[in-house]
């Protein structure tokens, strides 16, 4: 199908575009940008005005739920919400039940994902069998299935020898490794950030050492083996200092945040809201302004929703009984836009946090609209409020700590592949 949008502001941060032009696409590739291709005739014509034209978003973190735990979410419905949040591209950990680290489970869940024409799906395999920490996965053949990185998602890994053959393993192929910084030890029973609400609440507490001390463990042997080490969902200060420290010290490292400590923290937990129960857990003010200064100066990488959804049943208990999680792509673009104009960001700067730098993290060719591209664009109203409610998320998981606010920014169109997969 040959698509022509026309009269958007058409900002690509990979190509440093931010100007008003039309984008031509044909043969499920961007065929040319501003001035029509000769001979080019449109099946169908997308005004844009008013709209923003970008890629399609990018987000590094985002569990499908499948297969396993459809009970929480179905692939169905979660690409729906991709589909709604303006996500063409996503990753999804490999904590599913069983885990991914078979390469028969990660082409089912590849082949499903292809088959609802959808969102694209980049699975993280297993970087040990089962999660479990002891036995390494064979790393090549899971890439050969469609694995873009490895990592433990929240389980721990406790032996740092298993670890450290894991990344002397990735790094002979040049496989990617993404860690969360977590000691197991420190933060067992743990359900909130070890600050004043906790101690408050009386609530197990998550000290930011644990993140720390997981953390200096994986640069050493990251330095030591020359594995790409990833950081995924860094949650403190002293975190981001160190992140900070290791890429300027020359380290191949990268680093994500989730979209939620960007805005919260555990000031946000209220009396005890378990809305707000995640992971890791909603740490300090002090934090929060430390992960927003390491988004300024290029220490964090990427913007991921961190989508987890649950089911009601599991978040409706008790604080430190809940289950940590929350559903996020369809918040993501809007709560980016948001943290953009609070601090003073620009368009451009703010987007590439959720298109090209993550596809880049990914190492896959996503994330900008470059002629010969895929045709993957996102479309939104940056004017359009809205309030969020829980029974209008396409999400199957309805939990959110954002229950109620009022966004601003909202996806008009998505298109996957030169196709049209959602409108407004």
Request: aromatic residues 6%.
């Amino acid at each position: 199908m040959n698509i022509h949008i026309k009269n958007g502001r058409l900002i690509d941060p990979s190509n440093k575009i931010d100007s008003k032009q039309d984008v031509f696409i044909a043969n499920k590739h961007i065929l040319a940008i501003g001035k029509a291709p000769q001979n080019f005739a449109a099946d169908q014509v997308i005004d844009a005005t008013g709209l923003i034209v970008i890629p399609g978003l990018v987000d590094v973190a985002a569990r499908l739920r499948e297969p396993g735990y459809e009970y929480k979410a179905t692939l169905e419905s979660e690409m729906e919400a991709a589909m709604a949040g303006g996500v063409t591209s996503l990753s999804c950990p490999p904590d599913t039940d069983p885990p991914l680290d078979e390469p028969g489970l990660v082409e089912m869940l590849k082949h499903r994902a292809r088959s609802l024409n959808q969102a694209r799906v980049f699975p993280v395999g297993a970087l040990t069998y089962g999660l479990k920490g002891a036995e390494l996965t064979e790393m090549i053949e899971l890439t050969d299935a469609g694995c873009k990185a490895f990592s433990q998602a929240d389980a721990t890994l406790n032996d740092t020898r298993v670890l450290m053959r894991a990344m002397q393993y990735a790094a002979t192929f040049g496989y990617r490794v993404w860690l969360r910084p977590q000691d197991a030890f420190l933060a067992k029973d743990g359900v909130a950030h070890d600050g004043e609400v906790a101690t408050r609440l009386g609530l197990p507490a998550i000290p930011v050492v644990a993140e720390t001390i997981a953390l200096s463990t994986m640069l050493q042997l990251a330095r030591e083996t020359g594995v790409k080490l990833h950081v995924c969902r860094i949650s403190s200060a002293e975190g981001v200092e160190m992140v900070r420290a290791a890429k300027q010290s020359g380290l191949s490292v990268t680093c994500d945040v989730s979209m939620n400590h960007v805005h919260l923290s555990e000031m946000d937990i209220g009396y005890f809201d378990s809305n707000f129960r995640l992971s890791p857990p909603l740490r300090s003010l002090r934090d929060r302004a430390a992960l927003r200064a390491g988004l300024l100066d290029g220490t964090i990488d990427a913007i991921c929703s961190n989508h987890s959804p649950v089911d009601d049943d599991a978040k409706q208990l008790p604080f430190g009984e809940a289950e940590a999680g929350a559903t996020g792509m369809e918040l993501l673009l809007p709560l980016v836009l948001k943290w953009a104009a609070e601090e003073n960001v620009s368009m451009p700067d703010a987007l590439a946090h959720i298109t090209i730098n993550p596809a880049q993290l990914l190492g896959v060719k996503m994330g900008h609209l470059s002629v010969g591209a895929h045709a993957d664009v996102c479309m939104f109203d940056p004017e359009f409020t809205w309030k969020v409610e829980p029974s209008a998320l396409k999400s199957q998981g309805k939990n959110t700590p954002f229950n109620g606010y009022t966004m601003q920014g909202r996806v008009r169109h998505t298109i996957v592949e030169g196709k049209v997969a959602y409108s407004l």
